[in-house]
């Protein structure tokens, strides 16, 4: 039984998750983050500061990460005082961010029977929950999916560039699309709502991790002794608006890529 949840980042994505687990969860929630803010709008929700990875530990016993990177996780978890190095038999650390498979598999030691403990905790902030298989399977399907997202993107920046300058309403094209078989998640939320009235907030998913998660489709794929052109592609695309100047705006702003190469 869950006595009590801490949470590590509090980012985007984290404050949200961390929030919901408050409110629903019906167990303490301890969270822990370099920046103030985030803890103190947690506060109303009832979360509690734990100021050091050791205070976490001793009081939580099921403990969520949302960091924006592989690299962030191995800061937080290894080191003389790491997280790991106040952990035991009774922690369960869960990964909730877009890692590396291979540093995902070095650092658990998960099963399917933690994953029935887990589930109820998830179902506070999440839907539609799989257990895709052993350790790094989630993080497989969760880079594959990251992966066709920004390949489609991708190919709304060729379409919607096309279509403007063959003097067509880019938004009559889109409403159009979306209406046949070219309709897609990304199409009516990243495209309408983001591409379309150029809208590339900073406090989103930036272009900077959304790179650095194309990385690790690329670094999966040459795992397997695959090319991937396509991501490839999306890959070179994310690094010309990371050079524009566009590295912490919300990622489709790879749609100006195209944009800025008329001649």
Sequence with gaps: ?????????????????????????GVPVYGFDRA?????????????????????????DVIFMALPSG????????????????????????????SPVEASRELASASAAIFAKLQPLIATFATDITHCGDVGAGQVVKILNNMV?????????????????????????F???AKGSADSFALRNHGMKAMLP?????????????????????????????????????DKMLGQAIDAGDGDLYWPVIARVLETSRT
């Design 1 to 25: 039984m869950t006595t009590a949840i801490g949470f590590i980042g509090l980012g985007v994505m984290g404050e949200p998750m961390c929030r919901n687990l408050a409110k629903k969860s």
């Design 71 to 98: 690299k962030h996780v191995a800061a937080v978890c290894e080191g003389d005082d790491g997280l790991l190095a106040h952990a035991d038999a009774r922690h369960t650390i869960v990964d909730l961010g877009t």
């Design 149 to 173: 997202l920004m390949e489609t993107v991708v190919a709304l920046s060729e379409a919607l560039e096309t279509a403007k300058r063959a003097g067509l309403d880019p938004k009559v094209v």
């Design 198 to 234: 150029g809208n590339f907030p900073e406090r989103a998913f930036s272009t900077e991790y959304a790179r650095k998660d194309i990385s690790y489709a690329l670094d999966l794929a040459r795992s397997v002794n695959i090319q991937l052109q396509g991501a490839e592609l999306a």
């Design 36 to 60: 103030d803010a985030p803890l103190e709008r947690l506060a109303e929700a009832g979360v509690k500061r734990a100021t050091t990875l050791a205070e976490l530990a001793k009081t939580c």
């Design 175 to 177: 409403e159009t699309l």
